[in-house]
């Protein structure tokens, strides 16, 4: 079976290593072509193993069932933390900036040796933090963050490191790619899909240096090299990685928004420099979102806290309403200049709903916005965060914009990758075309459901007995129970739709037919890519996405007075 896999590495290419993609028109290089391959897979089988950990986790937060018991949770929920929000993560983000660096710019991937080193030190690392995680003491089990003076093992934070140095090798091939593209022509703009991955690899710069910085201070300390550890000091290093490693998913998972949203939709790009503009904010600001992680800590100034959660998170904020704009009037203007879909929505309505790439990506969009990011905005807000910190409200956030927003994104892009760079057909049309579906409605629900408890009831995050009462107090949230079952249950469907992806995507792999030369597989969009002769993109009137901006500003305002509300009701408490 490996040797069919490693067989689907080779594709038809020319004597200088190239070939042109039949669907985008891209020039591919084999270096190119088989690094992201090799990222990718290594990527799903991250994804395999969280997700294995999401049915202990998630059938043991459901106190129906309670499948594992207290002294293995904290081990479980470890090892799925860590594979879902890094692993998978992050190997996926080394292959989308070799697809916006070598691929796009139909360039061969420089210093491929680097490439593959950087992997086996990422493998390597990967291996070793689960393995400390694994054989982790009862108590000892490091979860994401990974706090000291926690007991945690030596060799977690060593490994942890080794993962990080990893990943910085094998990203220097793309920065080498920018470097060949840039020399000697300055002025030669780079394509918004490679400046977003630009941007992303700055930003996973930051957060990885701060992630080395904290892992280090915590592996001396544990080695005796220095007798004592400042907390607060390394909680607010860690979280620039802790956090920072999130700020790489959304800038990835936007790229591959603008990216698939053109290849598979026909969208256009309304204004590239309002576009860049918006990366540019995240640039400065988007990392200064990690600090409503420490709204709590008592060592940080009150003015230090209203400037980075106020004034300079509204700078990300802005970024975000940007793109929310631009990548469905992209996809609107777009489909109107080919005359497609008339009336208020019919441009959308009328798009290819069956092509998992296009739905997948879509959903991500709406999921995220609705979901993912306005509930960012406001447990990011320093009086809000209060009625979200440590709940299981903050869980329902971050399934929001990992699971719903970035994984959905990721897996659409996995399907595009399936007949693009494997040449395989999907096993089948119709249970590819369903997966997107199934996770979005079923991940959704689950989501809506830890928000509510988390709000509502104060349920807690990271303790998986709290229905019948917090252990040690007579303090009941039985009152939860129902939007407790609701979790239970969508999230069991979440992760069946998750099996289903994972079947078509290896049984394409396996037994899909080979396409043939110039056959797109149906992923080209209506009407394909050239709009010659249509509307200027400025003629167009965008207003079925004007609409939809204006639905997602009430949903926001809507919200933002509510949970002002709720923390109204709290301080009465007190009277």
Same mark, same amino acid.
């Given at each position: 079976?490996?040797?069919?896999?490693?067989?689907?590495?080779?594709?038809?290419?020319?004597?200088?290593?190239?070939?042109?993609?039949?669907?985008?028109?891209?020039?591919?290089?084999?270096?190119?072509?088989?690094?992201?391959?090799?990222?990718?897979?290594?990527?799903?089988?991250?994804?395999?193993?969280?997700?294995?950990?999401?049915?202990?986790?998630?059938?043991?937060?459901?106190?129906?069932?309670?499948?594992?018991?207290?002294?293995?949770?904290?081990?479980?929920?470890?090892?799925?933390?860590?594979?879902?929000?890094?692993?998978?993560?992050?190997?996926?983000?080394?292959?989308?900036?070799?697809?916006?660096?070598?691929?796009?710019?139909?360039?061969?991937?420089?210093?491929?040796?680097?490439?593959?080193?950087?992997?086996?030190?990422?493998?390597?690392?990967?291996?070793?933090?689960?393995?400390?995680?694994?054989?982790?003491?009862?108590?000892?089990?490091?979860?994401?963050?990974?706090?000291?003076?926690?007991?945690?093992?030596?060799?977690?934070?060593?490994?942890?490191?080794?993962?990080?140095?990893?990943?910085?090798?094998?990203?220097?091939?793309?920065?080498?790619?920018?470097?060949?593209?840039?020399?000697?022509?300055?002025?030669?703009?780079?394509?918004?899909?490679?400046?977003?991955?630009?941007?992303?690899?700055?930003?996973?710069?930051?957060?990885?240096?701060?992630?080395?910085?904290?892992?280090?201070?915590?592996?001396?300390?544990?080695?005796?090299?220095?007798?004592?550890?400042?907390?607060?000091?390394?909680?607010?290093?860690?979280?620039?990685?802790?956090?920072?490693?999130?700020?790489?998913?959304?800038?990835?998972?936007?790229?591959?928004?603008?990216?698939?949203?053109?290849?598979?939709?026909?969208?256009?790009?309304?204004?590239?420099?309002?576009?860049?503009?918006?990366?540019?904010?995240?640039?400065?600001?988007?990392?200064?979102?990690?600090?409503?992680?420490?709204?709590?800590?008592?060592?940080?100034?009150?003015?230090?806290?209203?400037?980075?959660?106020?004034?300079?998170?509204?700078?990300?904020?802005?970024?975000?309403?940007?793109?929310?704009?631009?990548?469905?009037?992209?996809?609107?203007?777009?489909?109107?200049?080919?005359? @497609?879909?008339?009336?208020?929505?019919?441009?959308?309505?009328?798009?290819?709903?069956?092509?998992?790439?296009?739905?997948?990506?879509?959903?991500?969009?709406?999921?995220?916005?609705?979901?993912?990011?306005?509930?960012?905005?406001?447990?990011?807000?320093?009086?809000?965060?209060?009625?979200?910190?440590?709940?299981?409200?903050?869980?329902?956030?971050?399934?929001?914009?990992?699971?719903?927003?970035?994984?959905?994104?990721?897996?659409?892009?996995?399907?595009?990758?399936?007949?693009?760079?494997?040449?395989?057909?999907?096993?089948?049309?119709?249970?590819?075309?369903?997966?997107?579906?199934?996770?979005?409605?079923?991940?959704?629900?689950?989501?809506?459901?830890?928000?509510?408890?988390?709000?509502?009831?104060?349920?807690?995050?990271?303790?998986?007995?709290?229905?019948?009462?917090?252990?040690?107090?007579?303090?009941? @949230?039985?009152?939860?129970?129902?939007?407790?079952?609701?979790?239970?249950?969508?999230?069991?469907?979440?992760?069946?739709?998750?099996?289903?992806?994972?079947?078509?995507?290896?049984?394409?792999?396996?037994?899909?037919?080979?396409?043939?030369?110039?056959?797109?597989?149906?992923?080209?969009?209506?009407?394909?890519?050239?709009?010659?002769?249509?509307?200027?993109?400025?003629?167009?009137?965008?207003?079925?996405?004007?609409?939809?901006?204006?639905?997602?500003?009430?949903?926001?305002?809507?919200?933002?007075?509510?949970?002002?509300?709720?923390?109204?009701?709290?301080?009465?408490?007190?009277?």
């Amino acid at each position: 079976m490996l040797g069919k896999v490693a067989s689907h590495f080779g594709n038809d290419y020319d004597a200088d290593g190239f070939r042109t993609c039949s669907i985008t028109g891209l020039d591919i290089h084999r270096s190119a072509e088989n690094h992201v391959k090799l990222f990718g897979l290594t990527a799903v089988v991250a994804l395999i193993i969280g997700g294995i950990f999401a049915v202990t986790v998630a059938l043991t937060r459901w106190e129906l069932i309670g499948l594992v018991g207290e002294q293995d949770y904290y081990t479980h929920l470890s090892m799925h933390a860590w594979n879902v929000l890094i692993f998978w993560m992050v190997f996926m983000e080394i292959a989308i900036l070799y697809v916006g660096g070598s691929m796009v710019l139909g360039r061969r991937l420089p210093l491929t040796v680097l490439a593959k080193a950087g992997w086996a030190i990422m493998v390597v690392g990967a291996i070793g933090i689960n393995w400390s995680i694994w054989t982790a003491g009862v108590q000892e089990a490091p979860l994401l963050t990974a706090y000291v003076p926690l007991d945690i093992p030596m060799e977690f934070y060593a490994f942890a490191i080794v993962f990080l140095l990893g990943t910085t090798i094998a990203a220097v091939p793309f920065f080498a790619t920018i470097w060949l593209e840039k020399r000697g022509a300055v002025d030669r703009t780079l394509p918004l899909v490679t400046f977003g991955a630009f941007i992303t690899s700055i930003i996973a710069v930051q957060a990885i240096l701060g992630g080395l910085v904290a892992f280090s201070y915590a592996l001396i300390w544990h080695l005796g090299i220095i007798d004592t550890i400042n907390t607060g000091v390394y909680r607010t290093l860690f979280w620039t990685i802790g956090h920072g490693s999130q700020q790489i998913n959304l800038l990835a998972m936007i790229t591959v928004w603008y990216f698939l949203t053109h290849v598979v939709g026909g969208a256009v790009v309304v204004s590239e420099k309002v576009s860049r503009s918006a990366f540019v904010l995240y640039l400065f600001f988007i990392n200064l979102g990690a600090a409503h992680h420490l709204m709590v800590d008592p060592g940080l100034s009150v003015g230090w806290r209203i400037f980075n959660t106020s004034y300079a998170f509204y700078g990300a904020a802005f970024a975000s309403m940007i793109h929310a704009f631009a990548i469905p009037a992209g996809l609107e203007a777009g489909r109107r200049q080919r005359g @497609l879909g008339g009336g208020l929505f019919g441009w959308l309505s009328s798009a290819p709903w069956r092509n998992p790439v296009f739905s997948a990506t879509i959903f991500s969009i709406i999921l995220f916005g609705f979901m993912g990011g306005i509930t960012g905005v406001l447990m990011g807000q320093m009086q809000l965060n209060m009625t979200w910190h440590n709940t299981f409200a903050t869980v329902g956030h971050f399934h929001g914009t990992v699971a719903l927003g970035t994984t959905l994104a990721f897996w659409g892009l996995l399907f595009f990758v399936i007949k693009t760079m494997f040449r395989r057909d999907y096993i089948s049309g119709t249970l590819a075309s369903v997966v997107p579906y199934a996770y979005a409605g079923a991940m959704g629900i689950a989501t809506l459901a830890m928000m509510y408890m988390g709000i509502l009831y104060g349920v807690p995050r990271r303790t998986s007995s709290v229905v019948e009462n917090i252990p040690g107090t007579d303090f009941s @949230l039985s009152a939860a129970v129902p939007l407790m079952t609701i979790f239970g249950i969508f999230a069991v469907l979440a992760l069946l739709a998750g099996v289903l992806f994972l079947l078509v995507a290896a049984g394409s792999l396996l037994f899909g037919k080979r396409l043939s030369d110039g056959d797109d597989g149906g992923l080209l969009p209506d009407g394909g890519y050239s709009t010659d002769g249509g509307e200027s993109v400025h003629a167009i009137e965008m207003r079925g996405t004007f609409t939809l901006c204006m639905v997602f500003l009430t949903v926001f305002v809507v919200l933002y007075v509510l949970n002002w509300y709720l923390l109204s009701q709290l301080w009465a408490i007190g009277a």
